[in-house]
T-cell receptor, first 114, second 111 residues
Framework: AQSVTQLGSHVSVSEGALVLLRCNYS??????LFWYVQYPNQGLQLLLK??????LVKGINGFEAEFKKSETSFHLTKPSAHMSDAAEYFC????????????FGSGTKLNVKP | DAGVTQSPTHLIKTRGQQVTLRCSPK?????VSWYQQALGQGPQFIFQ???????QRGNFPDRFSGHQFPNYSSELNVNALLLGDSALYLC??????????FGPGTRLTVT
């Protein structure tokens, strides 16, 4: 069975600082991993996805994530936070390679301080 | 391209009532999935429709049902509403082996 754990329901960083949002997964099959961002009163927007190609995945808005099988992790990073990055971020694992069913973590709210 | 659209945006219902939510998929997508996102939680998979049939289902009671139409649009129906059904309901559309695109959601409040 698949599951996702996001450590830290709230993360606060200063503008310009490194952003690190943690995600650990559990999967009985090779995982397909995703990060989504949700702005207030909006749906989910895909940031990036890992589908067994390169372990370092680059996404939109300067975000990237590294798949580490030994640590069962897929942490999201951004070198320099912008005020516009303030949002809620969700890590998800797909059940199978046809992306039929996603298991989401509980989310991490990112606050960016000026 | 309008992307995934959902209607209505907000909805208030009373316990015991029935509700229908609607979703139009992104152009070129033939698969629709529904998720429930309770306040402060991540989305939970309800079910998925493909070729007008329910292909997969999550751990939700039979009060939750759906339908997909020949134009790929979809409805989510919830009967006998409970207070705990209050949530943001997200629709996601995809094509075969493609990443899903999510709509803005319908916020359902049950009083």
């Amino acid at each position: 069975a698949q599951s996702v754990t996001q450590l830290g329901s709230h993360v606060s960083v200063s503008e310009g600082a490194l952003v690190l949002l943690r995600c650990n997964y559990s999967s009985s099959v090779p995982p397909y991993l995703f990060w989504y961002v949700q702005y207030p009163n909006q749906g989910l927007q895909l940031l990036l996805k890992y589908t067994s190609a390169a372990t370092l995945v680059k996404g939109i808005n300067g975000f990237e994530a590294e798949f580490k099988k030994s640590e069962t992790s897929f942490h999201l990073t951004k070198p320099s936070a912008h005020m516009s990055d303030a949002a809620e971020y969700f890590c998800a694992v797909s059940e199978g390679d046809n992306f039929n069913k996603f298991y989401f973590g509980s989310g991490t709210k990112l606050n960016v301080k000026p | 391209d309008a992307g995934v659209t959902q209607s209505p945006t907000h909805l208030i219902k009373t316990r015991g009532q029935q509700v229908t939510l609607r979703c139009s998929p992104k152009s070129g997508h033939d698969t629709v999935s529904w998720y429930q996102q309770a306040l402060g939680q991540g989305p939970q998979f309800i079910f998925q429709y493909y070729e007008e049939e329910e292909r997969q289902r999550g751990n939700f009671p039979d009060r939750f049902s759906g339908h997909q139409f020949p134009n790929y649009s979809s409805e989510l129906n919830v009967n006998a509403l409970l207070l705990g059904d209050s949530a943001l309901y997200l629709c996601a559309s995809s094509s075969s082996s493609g990443s899903p695109y999510f709509g803005p959601g319908t916020r359902l409040t049950v009083t």
